[in-house]
């Protein structure tokens, strides 16, 4: 006798002891009764053979099943396609387990629907993992959310206490004073400034990290911009006798649409930190054009010093939150660390970019790219 007689018996046989549960159901009668179950389905839902079949598989199914899974299997099975569900069903000893179920219709030659079969797989471990998973990501949101939250109160109820000291410093510093004490009221003044900057920039990313920071697009002069940045860092480059100067493209639009004070705040950054590192030497702050068109126009800021550089392990980590090159650096130079930080969070909410060429002992070079939208895009727009 040749195999392929046997055939029809081998399958039976073959598919009662799969490991996966298959199932056969009468398409032909309305109420799509089991008229196959293998042994795995019988070990899987505790059911036994004669349990099972002649009747509909939803004995599987009970109060926490969703209904919605149940009525897709219905609309599939009415327009006689294959379907793929995950639905939860319980054991004969009522424990739930998650049910990855496959239906097929299958057809005879002439196109009628005489079976559907159903392979069941047993998915509770996966699903569980899911949730767990979930459950984990959730709460992480959350609680990060609270303490970003906090930070921004906090800093909040720094701020108002804070600037009513520097205040007094101010007022004090009017008075008749002798050298000594203006001497000491210099020193708190320029502590109360670096606390100030720290509760700032903790400000800022606790707003940027709620994704509560947003960007302007309001009109604003980009050459008279610049100048009024570098004027303000003058003086503290003057008093370490170190030359700041600006190079313009001259083809900058005389007018662009865009946010100028965050930009602001990133030269201001930029350019102090070059100072700040700087001991003797330059800054320089390079303004091109480096791209143009009616719609838009895509500035590059360029911050190049001739200071202390960074070493080339730590470039990567520059601009990740609460890193500072060398902790010695923080500690000399002040500063939250979060500058850099704050920086590259503005400029993608602007959608720039910020990259940096550093040597070390020789200097240390900020590219800033930022596109703006040129004047006529807003008349064409409108
Ligand atoms: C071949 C086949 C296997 C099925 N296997 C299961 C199953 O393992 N678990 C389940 O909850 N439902 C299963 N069903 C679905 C139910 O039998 C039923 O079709 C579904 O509950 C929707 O119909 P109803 O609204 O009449 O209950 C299967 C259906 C077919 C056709």
Redesign the pocket.
């Known amino acids: 006798m040749s195999l392929n007689n046997q055939l029809p018996m081998q399958w039976e046989f073959i598919i009662s002891k799969l490991k996966s549960s298959v ?3 009468d398409a032909t009668s309305p109420e ?1 009764p089991l008229m196959y179950v293998n042994e795995h389905f019988t070990r899987l839902t505790g059911y036994t053979h004669e349990e099972s079949i002649g009747r ?3 004995f ?2 009970g109060t926490d ?1 969703n209904p919605e899974t ?2 897709n ?2 609309e599939a ?1 009415r327009k006689q396609q294959s379907t793929k569900v995950e ?1 939860l ?1 319980y054991t004969k000893s009522g424990q739930k387990f998650w ?1 990855e ?1 496959n ?1 097929d219709p299958i057809f005879n030659e002439s196109g009628d629907c005489l079976y ?3 392979i ?1 797989y047993d998915i509770t471990e996966r699903k569980f993992a899911e949730e767990q998973l979930k459950l984990a990501t959730s709460l992480a949101e959350k609680t990060s959310r609270g303490q970003l939250e906090f930070i921004g109160k906090l800093n909040h109820e720094l701020r108002t206490p804070l600037n009513g000291i520097m205040g007094m410093i101010e007022l004090a510093g009017m008075g008749d004073i002798t050298e000594e004490q203006k001497e000491y009221l210099e020193l708190a003044r320029q502590s109360g400034e670096a606390l100030l900057h720290i509760v700032n920039n903790s400000l800022d990313m606790a707003k940027l990290g709620r994704g509560k920071m947003g960007v302007e697009h309001i009109e604003f002069q980009p050459l008279k911009l610049i100048q009024q940045i570098v004027k303000t860092h003058e003086l503290a480059a003057m008093n370490k006798h170190i030359r700041i100067f600006c190079h313009a493209d001259l083809s900058i639009p005389d007018v662009l649409w865009g946010d100028p004070l965050r930009l602001r705040q990133v030269l201001d950054n930029l350019l102090s930190n070059a100072i700040k590192f700087t001991e003797q030497g330059e800054v320089q702050l390079r303004v091109d054009v480096k791209q143009r068109s009616h719609e838009k126009t895509m500035l590059m800021f360029s911050v190049r010093d001739t200071g202390i550089g960074i070493p080339s392990h730590q470039i990567s980590q520059l601009f990740d939150a609460f890193t500072q090159s060398d902790i010695s650096h923080a500690r000399r130079f002040g500063g939250s660390g979060l500058g850099l930080t704050i920086c590259k969070e503005l400029l993608e909410l602007m959608n720039g970019s910020i990259t940096v060429d550093s040597a070390e002992g020789k200097g240390t070079e900020f590219h800033v790219t930022v596109p703006f939208r040129s004047r006529q895009s807003i008349f064409n727009a409108g």
């Open positions: 199932t056969v159901v799509f509909n598989c939803r599987l199914q099943t149940v009525s299997i219905r099975l639905i069903n049910n179920l239906i559907f079969v159903g069941q």
